[in-house]
């Protein structure tokens, strides 16, 4: 069955929603999981060869979101304790950056709490990612639910991608969030793309969802024709709604970014929160269950992995970063 579907994949063809169901539900032993990886990593070099993109995020305002995001250390209902403070100043942004491209990093993100940026903000966002452009990185944003004529201004500052998940499937999504809506998401992705943006948009697993609302979401992400899909993993933050759960065991977590390739052959699979926590010593499978694409250094609130370490991986497995 596993090699029936690479092979489908391999040739150009897509699979289908019952043919990934049954891959889902199968009962795995170590060796049928080592058979979906290699298939994994088959389509991975067929379609991404041995580039390796990197990103680095800088959490250019943190805490005191009126969001009500289960997950997140930042929402409205959370206790965690976190840093909370208004948007930081250029130089700071620009000082992690050049840290990140000298490291080899290729894109870099600001991402900012709340609903989304108010117009000050939006400003000094744009001049920073004119910065971002003249040193010569690929500059993304995550900045809330901004309208077209907000993202077309960061646009001309220089904005090549915009950042936006959709979290989780339609369903489940009002379980985990009440404060907006998937149609937000979803329209907020697409004037990002009539905006003429690279569009980077995926999800948080481990949260509570089940397999189904995993494959809702990665057909989803297909039909939106989304180029970069982070994967992101539950990291429970003492505090938070989803505080007491427990991370993903490594072998689901890498069986998810398998579905991911076979589904969304031709994207970048981008790997991102809660990798180290959940994967462990299984983080060096990342790119044999099919990943092309990392998220590198530490996320908004929670420590992620140094730059020498993914690089000294990505060199290991033979592959190369994307310039």
């Known amino acids: 069955m596993i090699d029936t579907l690479r092979e489908k994949v391999i040739r150009g063809d897509a699979v289908s929603r019952n043919e990934v169901r049954i891959i889902a539900d199968w009962d795995y032993d170590i060796a049928s999981l080592l058979a979906l990886f290699s298939a994994s990593n088959n389509i991975r070099e067929k379609f991404k060869g041995k580039s390796v993109d990197l990103c680095a995020i800088v959490n250019a305002k943190s ?4 969001e009500d995001c289960s997950y997140c250390a930042q929402s409205s209902k959370s206790r965690a304790d ?3 403070y208004p948007l930081i100043k250029k130089d700071s942004v620009i000082e992690k950056a050049k840290e990140a491209k000298d490291a080899g990093v290729k894109r870099f993100c600001i991402v900012t709490s709340g609903k989304k940026v108010e117009r000050k903000e939006l400003s000094e966002i744009a001049a920073m990612i004119k910065d971002l452009r003249n040193i010569g990185l690929l500059p993304c944003a995550t900045l809330g639910l901004l309208n077209r004529d907000e993202l077309l201004f960061l646009k001309d500052h220089g904005l090549e991608r915009y950042h936006h998940n959709l979290e989780t499937s339609e369903r489940f999504f009002p379980e985990i969030c009440r404060t907006h809506t998937y149609y937000d998401k979803l329209k907020t992705i697409e004037v990002a793309k009539s905006a003429g943006l690279s569009v980077c948009s995926g ?3 481990g949260i509570g969802e089940t397999w189904e609302d995993r494959i809702d979401m990665a057909f989803d992400l297909k039909e939106l024709d989304i180029d970069s899909v982070p994967i992101n993993f539950l990291i429970p933050i003492k505090g938070t709604s989803l505080g007491q759960k427990n991370v993903l065991h490594p072998f689901e977590a890498l069986k998810i970014i398998s ?15 809660g990798r180290i926590q959940s994967l462990g010593e299984f983080n060096s499978m990342v790119f044999m269950a099919g990943a092309d694409s990392l998220l590198t250094g530490n996320y908004l609130t929670t420590t992620g992995r140094s730059y020498v370490d993914d690089l000294k991986l990505i060199r290991n497995y033979g592959l190369k970063v994307s310039v």
């Not at 805490?63 to 009126?66: F, N, Y």
């Not at 579905?259 to 790997?271: A, C, D, G, H």
């Open 63 to 66: 805490g005191a979101c009126p």
């Open 82 to 84: 976190i840093a909370v």
């Open 203 to 205: 999800g948080i697993f």
């Open 259 to 273: 579905l991911y390739r076979f589904i969304l052959s031709r994207k970048e699979i981008r790997v991102c929160g």
